[in-house]
């Protein structure tokens, strides 16, 4: 990157975490700390709480999603309206007039204290880990491609998000949440207006490839519990995932009770259900866009470069270089094939279109054979190497083709990315573990001000174990992908004891008790035996119906053990 780049980027980390510290500045109680004084206004919540789902990984890997998979990952989405109008109606004015400061107190006035801590260490588990993965996603891809080194990246993310997060509690996250969303926001749309003007054919003949090419997808009818994205999870499956991440899980819950009243969060939490499906359309196209763009302009073999950079210096350049230049004469016959697919739709002739569609389609699997011929190679040449590149693409164009200073603010929207998702967490955890179950279970009668250096410290515990986790992890299939199953192995479990709370009125502690174990641990069994089944019968169930799957397990079981009456 150029000395432009560098100082956009840090120029842009250090004014927001600088602002964040200086706005919160001051003496705190607990109350202030965990709550933000309940000062926060309904466009500040709403930009908050899609902050923090806008994680780094949402702009590293959505793009590159796109790139592969098409625009069929909004589906996801469909449902996010219905989820917020839900919890607006439902669960926002329980947490109020219950006056919380987490979504966990609820359960311990509706159950008992043992249902409240199992809910607690499941969001802690779940969502400690989600907050390595929430530093480590990033930090992989920008230390690859900025050659720093992985360790000392996931510390500079993880410190400076630290540094005002303990500072300054939910305000600070809050308050610097919305400039970071500024600049994601702000650096996406710039990228796609680039991408768009930087295309050797016209916007309208770009749409035609990306529709020809299955990449403008977006519905999907046809039901398939294998199937992760189609209209059906979208508007069942994913609707449990975001009542739950929404409505239960602190780092979302923390956002909207820091409201000035119950409207506000309200209007807060509408304001992300109707526009966060927009938000997903803007990032989806640009991918889209940047596979238009390398249908004519030579694409690397395999976006990740170090991986490539490494093959040149290897025994295997040879074969590398050979299979360089087929991977090259396929892109320039499938250009070709594009440039005469565009002439056959001007000319409206579908048969021709027809045959050009599938003699393209052969090509890209002569071509995806090349790539895979590649990776081989890159195993070979390294076991351990990471061969999966969908992650890379966005980034790798960014910084190949796009104007300096324009690069550094696309990483800086990475890292902002980063830092308000991880500022989000680190902030609910570290509530969690004071109200919940410090202050609760271990030391009941201190100081607000010991509290408050206690939840302080927690933030920071949580902070330093997200850093150390993410020092350990490793890559998943697609990193959006990975976030998503995390929280689906837990979140219906979770959401199952809510629903019980809020709707099932005759079910008691104990019966939910036993229902959330036993459901957590169905979750569990059936991920782990996805694909493999048991005696003879095989199961193929996509991720995101675990979240349906453990609320009303939970539900079912607990009415069932509340109705026998089991000891």
């Given amino acids: 990157m150029s000395n432009l780049d560098w100082i956009v980027l840090f120029g842009t980390l250090i004014t927001i975490a600088a602002y964040g510290v200086y706005k919160t500045y001051g003496p705190k109680d607990l109350d202030s700390y965990l709550r933000g004084k309940n000062s926060m206004n309904w466009w500040t919540i709403g930009l908050s709480i899609m902050a923090t789902q806008a994680s ?47 979504a966990y107190e609820f359960l311990e006035n509706r159950f008992d204290l043992k249902t409240r801590t199992l809910a607690a260490l499941l969001f802690i588990t779940q969502r400690g880990l989600a907050a390595g993965i929430t530093i480590y996603a990033p930090a992989i891809i920008l230390s690859t491609l900025l050659g720093w080194n992985l360790t000392l990246t996931n510390i500079v993310i993880g410190a400076v998000v630290i540094i005002y997060t303990v500072s300054g509690g939910t305000e600070a996250v809050s308050i610097t949440q919305k400039q ?16 768009i003007q930087m295309l050797p054919i016209s916007f309208q003949e770009a749409l035609h490839v990306a529709g020809k090419m299955d990449k403008l997808n977006m519905v999907n009818f046809e039901f398939d519990l294998a199937d992760r994205y189609n209209v059906w999870s979208g508007m069942t499956a994913a609707v449990f995932l975001f009542l739950s991440y929404f409505g239960t899980d602190q780092s979302q819950v923390q956002r909207y009770l820091s409201g000035q009243t119950l409207s506000q969060s309200r209007m807060g939490l509408i304001m992300n259900g109707f526009l966060k499906i927009p938000m997903q359309f803007v990032i989806l196209f640009i991918g889209v866009m940047v596979f238009v763009f390398y249908q004519f302009f030579l694409p690397p073999v395999v976006f990740n470069k170090v991986q490539t950079d490494n093959l040149r210096q290897s025994e295997y350049a040879g074969e590398f270089e050979d299979l360089e230049k087929k991977y090259e ?16 739709i001007d000319k409206k002739d579908e048969p021709r279109e027809t045959q050009l569609q599938q003699q393209i389609k052969t090509l890209k699997s002569e071509q995806n054979e090349i790539r895979d011929e590649v990776k081989s190679l890159i195993v070979a040449n ?26 550094g603010l696309l990483f800086a929207v990475i890292f902002s990315a980063a830092m308000s ?32 250096i206690s939840s302080k410290l927690f ?3 949580w902070g330093l174990g997200a850093i150390l986790f993410a020092t350990y992890a490793s890559l998943f299939e697609n990193l959006i992908q990975a976030v998503n199953l995390l929280g689906s192995l837990f979140y219906g479990t979770i959401l199952g004891i809510f629903m019980v ?46 979240n349906a799957i453990g609320c009303i397990a939970v539900m079912l079981i607990g009415m069932i053990i509340q109705k026998l009456n089991i000891k």
């Avoid at 970071?180 to 991408?195: D, K, S, T």
């Avoid at 004469?329 to 056959?344: G, I, Q, R």
């Fill in 329 to 344: 004469a396929n892109f320039e016959s499938s250009k070709s094939s594009y440039l005469e697919l565009l002439d056959a």
């Fill in 180 to 195: 970071q969303m500024a600049v994601m926001m702000g650096g996406m749309i710039l990228a796609g207006i680039i991408v």
């Fill in 382 to 407: 390294d076991p351990v190497a990471e061969t999966r590149d969908t992650d890379y693409v966005f980034m790798r164009f960014v910084m190949d083709n796009l104007p300096e200073g324009i690069i």
């Fill in 56 to 102: 780094a990984i949402t702009f590293l890997s959505t793009p590159g999603q796109a790139y592969e998979d098409g625009m069929r990952f909004i589906q996801f989405y469909f449902g996010l309206p219905l989820a917020m109008i839900i919890i607006s109606v439902s669960f926002i004015p329980i947490y109020y007039k219950l006056k919380v400061y987490t």
């Fill in 459 to 461: 933030t920071a515990f």
């Fill in 501 to 546: 709370g809020f709707f099932i009125k005759w079910v008691k502690g104990r019966a939910v008790f036993i229902a959330a174990l036993l459901s957590e641990l169905l979750i569990l069994f059936i991920h782990f035996r996805n694909g493999v089944g048991l005696f003879g019968f095989v199961w193929d169930i996509g991720f995101l119906w675990y």
């Fill in 421 to 452: 998702s991880t500022a989000s967490e680190l902030n609910a955890l570290g509530s969690t573990t004071t109200v919940d179950l410090y202050k609760r279970s271990i030391k009941k009668e201190g100081s607000d001000h010991h509290y408050l």
